[in-house]
């Protein structure tokens, strides 16, 4: 089904943040807008922010004067809800409340046409449940835009049980033709994104828990090795902690209690602190004026590390023997299990065992983990873990080879996973269980966590890159190691590596 036409006239109620976001986008796509609120006056202001908002842009040379003209005269505030019974599609982006939308949807099937498209932006609550009781379940879509909206690319177009394929194709070419990014998903908890994201904060804050590092040092990993923008706390901090907590509440309670989504006990304290993050001044950081922003911890090591023994292959860390060798550093290559010798030091990718465990279970001494870089050519950190039995001039070998490839070394009390990697399984495990579970397809799933959160990767690519052998091996370590459901690695993971195929294939 084509996108709705130009000349398509598209209400929006609610002219918070996002409805006033999205009806800027489909102004700026060329349709007449009607934007209505119950608070009065609140229509007309909006549209005066958005107008000096693209004065902005007009200064800043982004946007000429006679577009920003043309834009807000495609704008029109509404004092009453009657007043956009023409509209062809009406967005509503109003509380996240099941009942009060419920309320207005029966009052639009009623107020507009019969051919009128009807769009919810909830986050959370089911389109199902939204669109029951009305005599045209069918006309009733989700259509999840991100905040900002003018800037973030992803909406998500979220079919209930009854809603009507041709007309979720026609939001989701219509979103195309407003320059949006679109992915199709079914109405399950949390959609895509509010459900596969769940695993990138609860890693960081279990580690935070169980005494890993502090918050600056997690961060760092996840931005440096990672290559995510942001590390969890800092992101959690900008959201608001009472939001983020809620959306995880929600999810956990809607699964049923599934332990993969628990809450976690650090944030609930900062919510009942009222330690909410940026907007309240302090969250896991402090915002105050002059606070000092903590540094993240790095090892450093006066050893001298000329040579180092390369034994096999190191899969998808290797990379980093170019990187020795570009450096400098003489590698020996010979057969083996995928080490690293450096002095008395073994150095391996984390599998998702503790390095004590490994060392006892394959015989190796001095052993020292790291982990899992987005890219080993470019990463400015790595987090490693030693063994009980590694001593401090193993480490500082260690620690000296890793400074030769140009890389900053944080090290983590010896948990299961490390801090990438076993968050990046966790991503990868529960993309898959939305694969498997027909949320979305494994194309639209990756290209939601890209435009919607910014990943540097889609996870079931990266587990694709990684291995799936790879990743199920460290999801089956963690589950052994904390005896939890938390870890259960996804049948489609299980089924995929039985077949050697790759989760894109």
Known sequence: MHALDNNALVAVIGAGAMGAGIAQVAAQAGHPVKLYDNRPGAAAQAID???????????????????????????QPLEAIEALADARLVIEAIVENLEVKRGLLRQLEALCAADCLLASNTSSLSITSLAAGLHHPERVIGMHFFNPAPLMALVEIVSGLASDPALAQCLYATASAWGKQPVHARST?????????????????????????????????????????????????????????????????????????QPS????????????????????????????????????SAAEIATCVLEGDLGVAQPLVQRLKDAGVAVIERAGSGLLRVGDAVLALSDGRLASQRAGEDGLRNLVLFDLAEDYTQAARIAIACSADTTPAARDQAVALLRRAGLRVSLLADLPGLAVLRSVAMLANEAAEAVLHGVGSAADIDLAMRA??????????????????????????????????????????????????????
Request: glycine share 10%; proline share 3%; hydrophobic share 40%.
């Open 189 to 261: 908890p949390g959609f895509i994104v509010n459900r596969v994201a769940r695993p990138f904060y609860a890693e960081s804050l279990r580690l935070l828990q169980e005494g890993a590092a502090d918050c600056a040092t997690l961060d760092a990993l996840m931005r440096d090795a990672g290559g995510f923008r942001m590390g969890a706390f800092e992101l959690t901090d900008l959201i608001g902690h009472d939001i983020n907590y809620a959306v995880t509440c929600s999810v956990f309670d809607a699964y049923y209690g599934d332990f993969r989504f």
């Open 49 to 75: 922010a958005i107008d000096r908002q693209l004065g902005r842009l007009v200064e800043k040379g982004k946007l000429d004067a006679a577009a920003r003209s043309a834009i807000v005269a495609r704008l």
């Open 452 to 505: 919607g959160v910014n990943y540097p990767r889609g996870p079931l690519a990266w587990a694709d890159a990684i291995g799936v052998g790879a990743v199920l091996r460290t999801l089956d370590n963690l589950q052994r190691a904390y005896g939890e459901e938390r870890y259960r690695p996804s049948l489609l993971l299980r089924r995929r590596h039985a077949e050697g195929r790759r989760l894109h294939d």
């Open 265 to 300: 006990l650090i944030q609930k304290e900062l919510v009942e602190a009222g330690r909410l993050g940026r907007k309240s001044g302090r969250g896991f950081y402090d915002y105050a004026a002059g606070a000092e922003r903590p540094s993240a911890a790095e090892l450093d």
